[in-house]
């Protein structure tokens, strides 16, 4: 059964500082994994999506990365700023799911202080 | 092109009545899925549906809760006698596909809805 983890569960930082956060599961056998942004009362905005045969996907001061063997992912961001405060959510689709049926981490809510 | 929308945003309902919450899809999009948030827990799956079928249930309670996609109109979840174990965040999002599965697609989710059970 794939188990998705992410650590720290909160995580707060100075601007302008660089932070990774981390995701790990427990099954490699993946179709992709994806991160995703949860603010509060609203819905998850996807930022990264990393297919299974790539290492890494690029999207402006965010880079994610996949090494599947280790079964984990980093999502890495750049000259944080305020507004990346925000709950990050990872999620992986197992091979053997259907469609979207996404496994999630409990999320890394992350806070910068101006 | 308006994104995945939800509603209520909040609902309020007494132990044992009915709570029904719609999801409109993307433009386009004919794959709907429920997923539910409780406090201190993580999203989890409910239910995938295409236009008037449900594909995988496999996430949903066995009990008062069922799910719909008509051919016309939003997708459905309704909880029968809400109990206080119900009050959670609700999400629905969805995909398009028309040939098939395509796992490698992004999901688009709406802004959910907040459900309370006094």
């Known amino acids: 059964k794939q188990e998705v983890t992410q650590i720290p569960a909160a995580l707060s930082v100075p601007e302008g500082e660089n932070l990774v956060l981390n995701c790990s599961f427990t099954d490699s056998a993946i179709y992709n994994l994806q991160w995703f942004r949860q603010d509060p009362g609203k819905g998850l905005t996807s930022l990264l999506l990393i297919q299974s045969s790539q290492r890494e996907q690029t999207s402006g001061r965010l880079n994610a990365s996949l090494d599947k063997s280790s079964g984990r992912s980093t999502l890495y961001i750049a000259a944080s700023q305020p507004g990346d405060s925000a709950t990050y959510l990872c999620?992986?689709?197992?091979?053997?799911?259907?469609?979207?049926?996404?496994?999630f981490g409990q999320g890394t809510e992350l806070s910068v202080k101006p | 092109n308006a994104g995945v929308m939800q509603n209520p945003r909040h609902l309020v309902r007494r132990r044992g009545q009915e709570a029904r919450l719609r999801c409109s899809p993307m433009?386009?999009?004919?794959?709907v899925y429920w997923y539910r948030q409780l406090p201190e827990e993580g999203l989890k799956f409910m239910v995938y549906l295409q236009k008037e079928n449900i594909i995988d249930e496999s996430g949903m309670p066995k009990e008062r809760f069922s799910a719909e996609f008509p051919k016309e109109g939003p997708s459905i979840l309704r909880i029968q006698q809400v109990v206080r174990g119900d009050s959670a965040a609700y999400f629905c999002?969805?995909?398009?596909?028309?040939?098939?599965?395509?796992?490698?697609?992004?999901?688009?989710f709406g802004s959910g809805t907040q459900l309370s059970v006094l």
């Open positions: 999002a969805s995909s398009w596909n028309d040939r098939g599965l395509t796992t490698n697609e992004k999901l688009f």
């Open positions: 999620a992986v689709i197992p091979i053997y799911n259907q469609g979207g049926k996404l496994i």
């Open positions: 433009k386009g999009h004919s794959h």
